[in-house]
C-alpha cells in the first residue's frame, strides 16, 4: 500500500510504500520539508508482525548527506550507528519528527489511553533522544497526541484512516487521497 502525506504548516510532501508481509512490515518513504533549512530524507522502516520497530535506517539529504541506522537490540534497548547507545534504554519506540508514521506504532503498540518513552529523532539534525508522550482514546480514529517530553506541552488532535494510519495531524500533516 502507498500513503502519502503532505505538511500543512509550510511545503513539505511523504510518500511511503508499506509492505506488509508475514514476517513483519516494510516502510520505504522518501520526503522533502521545504522549511526554514529543507531537507530531505529517505528512509527505511523494519517492522515485525506487530508493527513494532526492529530497524530503522535514514539518508539524510541536504547538500552534506548522512546516515543513520538505530536497530533494537532488546524489547527496550537500542544501537545507533552500530553502536551501543545507552541514552535510549526504556525506549519502546522511535519517533521520526518529520512524518506521521511513527504516531501509528505507538498507538499500536498502546491499544488505548497510555503513556510510553520513545528514542525521539530530529530530522533536521538527525540527533537522537529519549523522550515521554502520551496518547489518549477518543474513539476507534481519533486520538489525542501529548508530548511530555521535548516539546512539553505541546497537544495535537490525530485522526486514523482504516487501517490505522494518521490521516489528519493536526497542524502539521494530512493524508492526500
Given amino acids: 500500500m502507498f500513503r ?3 505538511r500543512i504548516d509550510q511545503p513539505g510532501l511523504e510518500l511511503a510504500r508499506i509492505a506488509i508481509e508475514k514476517r513483519g512490515v516494510t516502510v520505504a518513504s522518501t ?13 527505511i522502516w523494519t ?5 513494532s520497530t526492529r530497524g530503522l535506517r535514514i539518508e539524510h ?4 548527506d548522512r546516515w543513520l541506522t538505530i536497530e533494537r537490540v532488546g524489547p527496550a534497548t537500542w544501537r545507533v550507528d552500530n553502536r551501543p547507545a545507552p541514552h535510549l534504554d526504556g525506549c519502546d519506540e522511535l519517533d521520526l519528527s518529520a512524518t506521521p508514521f511513527c504516531n501509528a506504532l505507538a498507538i499500536r503498540r498502546l491499544g488505548g489511553d497510555g503513556e510510553l518513552t520513545v528514542a525521539y529523532i530530529d530530522a533536521s ?10 496518547y489518549e482514546k477518543i474513539d476507534a480514529r481519533n486520538w489525542r497526541y501529548i508530548d511530555l517530553g521535548i516539546a ?3 497537544t495535537a488532535a490525530l485522526q486514523l484512516d482504516r487501517d490505522g494510519l494518521v490521516e489528519r495531524y493536526e497542524g502539521l500533516f494530512e493524508a492526500l487521497g
Fill in 125 to 134: 539534525d538527525m540527533s537522537v533522544e529519549p523522550s515521554r508522550q502520551r
Fill in 4 to 6: 502519502r502525506w503532505r
Fill in 47 to 51: 517492522l515485525d508482525p506487530n508493527w
Fill in 31 to 43: 520526503l522533502v520539508d521545504g522549511g526554514e533549512e529543507p531537507f530531505s530524507l529517505r528512509y
Fill in 61 to 64: 539529504m541536504d547538500g552534506d
Fill in 152 to 154: 512539553h506541552g505541546f
